[in-house]
């Protein structure tokens, strides 16, 4: 039978056992997640915009020429 699928190094080091694995996965979600983060996480997905801190999305922009932390100078051109 040929395999697939194998486990990746890092679930494989939650634990030495299938069941052991299983519940340290497990309880990497026990924490709950504070409404601000939920709040960050759904303007995020609702806005296709990328989620973390300006660092990161820099990141991001050197890697794919994008844009994605907005021009801080804001206002309308009309209003000038």
């Known amino acids: ?5 194998k486990s990746h190094s890092l679930y494989l080091a939650l634990g030495a056992t299938p069941q052991l ?3 340290t996965y497990l309880s990497l ?3 709950e997640i504070p409404d601000f ?3 960050d996480i759904r303007c995020a997905v609702n806005s296709t915009r990328v989620l973390g ?12 020429g994008l844009t994605l932390i ?4 804001g206002g309308h051109r009309s209003s000038q």
């Open 53 to 64: 801190d300006d660092v990161f999305k820099r990141q991001i922009e050197q890697q794919t």
């Open 29 to 31: 979600f026990e924490t």
């Open 21 to 23: 694995r299983a519940q």
């Open 1 to 5: 039978m040929i395999k697939l699928l």
């Open 37 to 39: 983060k939920i709040k």
């Open 70 to 73: 907005p021009n801080p100078w």
